[in-house]
């Protein structure tokens, strides 16, 4: 019963490391995305896949990189943090992206809270 | 595109009252509508959502909202709280169509507090 699984869960970072948050899920799906969460903002799409090998940007991309070589894993890479990109990361899987046909339910991981000093 | 937007950021209300959650969207094309819950330092758990038919969909833990297409509302409401259901609600939509479905919008997200 794993679902979505986000690790590390907790994260400091100093401004220009790099560093990757992982993203794994077990329940086959095409579709996974990442999102930030800020106070006040909502969350924000900032990469997607629609399965792998095929990923695209969504509304805030700068600043991270992404790839989708296996079905299961949609890791996030941030090449050099700044403060700027410190915030609560979600990232969310469904069974297609092409509409909510029986069971295509859209789940989220437990997020990962990383700061950048 | 869409937009969403939550017309409270904070609503505090007494045990036992009813509360009402306002989300608002925009867009020019079909949507589907969503209600989210996030506890303190925890993931997002799905309340209720909209896709199509009956405008009033009802969800886990006693909630409810309706879909309001003339008006594009989708209201969450609870007809009487519980201490527990303090934490932060979100409202997101996304297309009805294509590739969309899980590149959801999300609003700004209303706190609710339940006070004794």
């Known amino acids: 019963n794993a679902g979505v699984t986000q690790t590390p869960k907790f994260q400091v970072l100093k401004t220009g490391q790099s560093m990757t948050l992982q993203c794994a899920q077990d329940?086959?799906?095409?579709?996974m995305s990442w999102y930030r969460q800020d106070p006040g903002m909502g969350l924000r799409l900032i990469h997607y896949s629609v399965g792998a090998g095929i990923t695209d940007q969504g509304e805030v991309p700068n600043g991270y990189n992404v790839s989708r070589s296996t079905t299961e894993d949609f890791p996030l890479r941030l090449l050099s943090a700044a403060p700027s990109q410190t915030s609560v990361y979600f990232c969310?899987?469904?069974?297609?992206?092409?509409?909510?046909?029986?069971?295509?339910?859209?789940?989220f991981g437990e997020g990962s809270w990383l700061t950048v000093v | 595109a869409q937009s969403v937007t939550q017309l409270d950021s904070q609503v505090p209300v007494f045990e036992e009252a009813p509360v009402e959650l306002r989300c608002n969207y925009s867009s020019s094309v079909s949507v589907y509508l969503f209600w989210y819950v996030q506890y303190p330092n925890q993931g997002l758990q799905l309340l209720l959502k909209?896709?199509?038919?009956?405008?009033l969909v009802k969800g886990i833990n006693g909630f409810e909202a309706e879909f309001n297409k003339s008006q594009t509302s989708f209201h969450l409401r609870k007809p009487s709280v519980h201490i527990s259901d303090t934490a932060e609600y979100f409202c997101a939509v996304s297309f009805a169509g294509g590739t969309s479905y899980g590149k959801l919008t999300f609003g700004q997200g209303t706190i609710l507090t339940v006070h004794p």
């Open positions: 329940m086959n799906h095409e579709y």
């Open positions: 969310a899987s469904s069974r297609s992206a092409l509409g909510p046909s029986s069971g295509n339910t859209i789940y």
């Open positions: 909209y896709l199509s038919g009956s405008t």
